[in-house]
């Protein structure tokens, strides 16, 4: 599965950049993707999650922000790429783990 994600995410990447060098706009390029993950997460959701998930968990306001965030993230990489080389935008992204890190260290 690691594999599958690295490969994915790295012709991800290969393909944003073509994309918005071709002219796409990078908000378009977002809202496109936008759409085609809410497709695909849906219908793993239906195949693969099982259960439904619990509603009164508390979970989903933290899950709409994680989509906020989610989408921030890729509108500012799309527009990376159309303004920088992919071969610096790719690897300096991939850089987010630190904040994870940083944030589970003074939080968790």
Do not use: E, N
């Amino acid at each position: 599965l690691a594999l599958c994600c690295i490969c994915s995410w790295g012709i991800w990447g290969f393909l944003a950049k073509l994309v918005t060098a071709k002219g796409m706009h990078p908000v378009a390029l977002s809202a496109v993707s936008s759409l085609t993950t809410a497709l695909t997460a849906w219908i793993a959701f239906f195949f693969l999650a099982g259960a439904p998930w619990d509603k009164t968990s508390g979970h989903i306001p933290f899950a709409l922000l994680v989509g906020i965030l989610g989408s921030v993230g890729a509108i500012t990489f799309f527009l990376a790429l159309q303004h920088g080389r992919a071969s610096l935008v790719v690897p300096l992204s991939a850089l987010y783990p630190a904040i994870t890190i940083l944030l589970s260290f003074f939080f968790l």
